[in-house]
């Protein structure tokens, strides 16, 4: 069975479901788990760089932002490949939107990184701190 749903608003307010991206149908037993999400600004403040384009870019950057904040806001360490992974964004999305949250237009979310095994230099993970 195939039905629809808004977690919490985000079709409304995104025009998508921002938890799965999936224009906000699930089948009954693929729906997510209600996740404890981070409230990013509303409205969504622009995201920067040269080539974005808000009219083009705008929801599926937030989005992305949506879905990694909700994901990493558990307190586990994860690497990009990890988030992306869960997510299904590409890993250097993910990491755009971690430098993303750390901006103080996005909320100056504390976002740690620590490399997660010193035999393997340039392996990071990263977990939100959650302050609320």
Known sequence: MVTSH???????????????AAGGHHREAERPAPAQQ????????????????????????GAQAQRIADLISDGQWRTLE?????????????????????????GRHEVERRLRDPDMPGLHEYRLVRTD
């Open 38 to 61: 981070l409230t990013l600004p509303d409205p969504l403040p622009e995201f920067d760089g040269a080539t974005y384009d808000h009219e083009a870019d705008h929801l599926r950057l």
């Open 6 to 20: 808004d977690h919490d608003g985000e079709l409304a307010r995104y025009g998508m479901c921002l938890t799965c």
């Open 82 to 106: 990890e988030i992306a992974t869960t997510t299904g964004d590409p890993q250097a999305s993910v990491s755009a939107r971690l430098r993303d949250l750390r901006k103080p237009k996005f």
